[in-house]
């Protein structure tokens, strides 16, 4: 395979990357309305514990388990921020007032 096929197949993944994490977006929009119906905080420790326990035991390379941490724990930093926004809240307080929360 060429350079340049191996850069349209990066393309074409990056695309796909940028599809599903639009779609994992939308389903968190989705969740901050729930939560919020519901008087849930934005910020749930555990359940980001979760996540992160989840995507590292299926983990299976070539990025190592410590990669795959950093961009998720990206990925949920923006999604907690998106959060916040589509609710009009604050990170600081809600993320601070709420750190022993267990759901």
Do not use: C
């Amino acid at each position: 395979m060429t350079l340049h096929e191996y850069r349209r197949l990066i393309d074409e993944t990056d695309a796909q990357l940028l599809a599903l994490l639009n779609r994992r977006a939308e389903l968190v929009i989705a969740i901050a309305h729930l939560k919020h119906a519901q008087g849930l905080p934005v910020h749930i420790p555990a359940r980001e514990m979760e996540v992160l326990t989840q995507v590292i035991a299926s983990n299976t390379g070539p990025l190592d388990d410590q990669a795959v941490r950093r961009l998720f724990e990206s990925i949920i930093a923006e999604s907690r921020r998106l959060e916040h926004r589509v609710l009009g809240t604050s990170e600081d307080t809600s993320a601070a007032s709420h750190e022993s929360w267990q759901a």
